[in-house]
């Protein structure tokens, strides 16, 4: 199925762009140029390819996720710039609307 000006048009008006006819001409080739590769790569026999979860052969470099006490509030609070009661207190950020 190929792509044509007027599938880029409508493409276009669906993300709210505006293409010149040159711009429109060139969007359609490489549009077009796509999807004769993914017609090559759909012809690939994959049947006994095993699907690939990671290029490289790293294992998980991440520590185990183990409970911890939480933070006391003295702590998380001493280099908080401003703090109210054992909260940290920070500027208004709602406006109202006019």
Do not use: C, G, W
């Amino acid at each position: 199925m190929a792509v044509t000006k007027r599938d880029v048009e409508h493409i276009a008006a669906l993300a709210k762009l505006s293409f010149s006819e040159e711009e429109k001409e060139k969007l359609t080739a490489e549009l077009n140029s796509v999807l004769r590769y993914m017609e090559k790569l759909n012809a690939l026999d994959t049947e006994q390819i095993e699907p690939l979860q990671n290029m490289n052969e790293r294992v998980n470099v991440l520590r185990e996720d183990e409970p911890v006490p939480p933070t006391p509030n003295t702590v998380a609070l001493q280099n908080a710039p401003d703090s109210q009661d054992r909260f940290f207190k920070v500027p208004k950020v709602i406006s109202q609307s006019e």
